[in-house]
């Protein structure tokens, strides 16, 4: 059987694999999608992704083709843990391919080109026509010099691309790639939890921090600092460890300390983590991936113990007080909640956004291998890393990037956030403004509501299966 759509969820440095399945897959002739699904009585979808973000936006997008389509759909393809609860029966482990950096690719091609033939044997023999290539979340172009010289050679072999950002969509269309913008799938996080009943007003999400506590056993005076090593095991490997040692800095400045690691789904990462942790200097809390509801637990806020002692109706009465009312919303915000983490430690990637959404403050820390560091900085035209501080173009949020990611600098940057309300001001007030960016509504012509379509259809997911049922 060939599969008619190939649509793929990948991360940048596996282009070189996406390379080998498409020229293994592809031959003459074009269809529509829906006329290709109407011969064979289904739509059938190839999918890839190569990460633990990848599976969650494929498992989302796998849900909401079925939702829209008219036609029964059968999928197939890699992917996690996300995708297998969609019915998705991975051909090979998706670790296998969830390879980031340059160094770190290297010792990994071979095992591409294997996948390629392999591809090549179960599909390319049946000579059908070129299946439509979609690709969801644009490689950072914009982030590297000559970067977008690449989409050039990208519409080679993609059909549409999917933009997660606001700006990039353009870009792609002036260089000859068909794009459509449909939002960050972060976003979808708050929708979600909506249904599940978590509090929710508009791209703000607020947990229970009182449930997660009581859940782990974690004592109200200790102070919980979320980290998030990342999703590759090649990650964790390299984050750990200095996650480590910077809480044994941490641990002589604070009474209480409580850790709170946030374990991708992801097996060899789960198991790597529940053996390191064993040697930790703080007490250590592992929170399991794919449980969106006690992620933002972990993260959500309380009522902070000053508004309780003074038994204030609100902050407000307070602040209007003592301070200028330009002032105001941020400083209610900052004193009516403290947050159940205090703040949270990341490695880059989608957890900045997933942050903003809990309004929880944040540092940023990346180490990579020291070829793939200086690569960067050789060809990066940009002074940031993190999605929030990339969009609005302003250091929100601190960074400790390559040679500076150490526990002597980080301890620092996260006792000064942790004290510091003005920093944690300045980072929750940044948040609204920088997920509006995000929001495919902002972009929609028209009121939904006027227009009698339903806030749903324009979550990222379902706009990026729209677009390809209308192809």
């Known amino acids: 059987m060939f599969l008619r759509t190939v649509w793929n969820v990948k991360i940048d440095m596996n282009s070189s694999f996406f390379r080998v399945v498409k020229r293994s897959l592809s031959v003459s002739g074009r269809e529509s999608v829906r006329d290709?699904?109407?011969?064979?009585?289904?739509?059938?979808?190839?999918?890839?992704?190569?990460?633990?973000?990848?599976?969650?936006?494929?498992?989302?997008?796998?849900?909401?083709?079925?939702?829209?389509?008219?036609?029964?759909?059968?999928?197939?393809?890699?992917?996690?843990l996300m995708m297998s609860r969609q019915g998705?029966?991975?051909?090979?482990?998706?670790?296998?391919?969830?390879?980031?950096?340059?160094?770190?690719?290297?010792?990994?091609?071979?095992?591409?080109?294997?996948?390629?033939?392999f591809f090549a044997a179960r599909y390319g023999e049946q000579r059908l026509a070129s299946p439509q290539h979609f690709h969801y979340v644009a490689p950072s172009f914009w982030a590297w010099r000559g970067g977008e010289a690449r989409l050039k050679g990208l519409s080679e072999f993609v059909d549409h691309m999917f933009c997660i950002l606001p700006f990039e969509a353009e870009v792609c269309r002036s260089?000859?790639?068909?794009?459509?913008?449909v939002g960050h799938p972060t976003l979808e996080d708050a929708l979600e939890l909506k249904i599940n009943k978590c509090?929710?007003?508009?791209?703000?999400?607020?947990?229970?921090?009182?449930?997660?506590?009581?859940?782990?056993?974690?004592?109200?005076?200790?102070?919980?600092?979320?980290l998030l090593p990342g999703s590759r095991l090649q990650e964790v490997t390299r984050m750990l460890s200095i996650y480590s040692r910077t809480m044994e800095l941490l641990k002589s400045a604070l009474s209480e300390l409580t850790a709170v690691i946030h374990v991708a789904p992801n097996t060899r990462v789960e198991e790597y983590i529940s053996k390191a942790v064993h040697e930790w200097p703080v007490s250590v809390v592992l929170v399991p991936g794919g449980s969106p509801c006690m992620r933002y637990n972990s993260f959500s806020m309380e009522k902070s113990s000053l508004v309780r002692a003074l038994g204030l109706v609100s902050s407000a009465t307070l602040c209007l007080k003592l301070i200028p009312s330009t002032t105001l919303v941020c400083t209610v915000t900052c004193?009516?909640?403290?947050?159940?983490?205090?703040?949270?430690?990341?490695?880059?990637?989608?957890v900045a956004v997933e942050l903003q959404l809990a309004r929880l403050p944040c540092v940023v820390a990346y180490r990579a291998h020291l070829l793939t560091e200086w690569f960067i900085r050789y060809k990066a035209k940009i002074p940031y890393i993190s999605l929030p501080n990339i969009v609005?173009?302003?250091?929100?949020?601190?960074?400790?990037?390559?040679?500076?990611?150490?526990?002597?600098?980080?301890?620092?940057?996260?006792?000064?956030?942790?004290?510091?309300?003005?920093?944690?001001?300045?980072?929750?007030?940044?948040?609204?403004?920088?997920?509006?960016?995000?929001?495919p509504l902002k972009r929609v012509s028209g009121n939904p509501a006027q227009s009698g379509h339903k806030l749903l259809e324009y979550t990222p997911s379902m706009i990026a299966a729209s677009a390809v049922l209308n192809s």
């Open 199 to 226: 509090i929710v007003n508009e791209w703000k999400v607020q947990g229970d921090g009182e449930k997660f506590r009581k859940n782990y056993g974690i004592s109200s005076e200790s102070t919980i600092i979320s």
């Open 88 to 117: 998705l029966n991975s051909l090979f482990p998706m670790e296998d391919i969830a390879v980031m950096g340059i160094w770190e690719l290297l010792p990994h091609l071979s095992k591409f080109k294997e996948y390629g033939k």
């Open 335 to 350: 004193l009516l909640y403290t947050a159940a983490s205090r703040l949270a430690l990341c490695t880059s990637g989608t």
């Open 175 to 181: 260089n000859g790639l068909a794009a459509t913008f």
């Open 392 to 439: 609005l173009d302003s250091p929100i949020i601190p960074e400790a990037l390559f040679e500076a990611c150490t526990p002597k600098r980080l301890a620092p940057l996260l006792i000064d956030l942790m004290h510091d309300e003005s920093l944690r001001c300045k980072q929750v007030s940044a948040a609204e403004k920088f997920l509006s960016l995000l929001d």
């Open 36 to 80: 290709l699904a109407s011969k064979d009585g289904e739509l059938r979808v190839f999918l890839v992704a190569g990460e633990v973000s990848g599976d969650i936006i494929a498992s989302r997008f796998m849900n909401s083709l079925e939702r829209l389509s008219p036609i029964p759909v059968r999928f197939a393809g890699v992917g996690g």
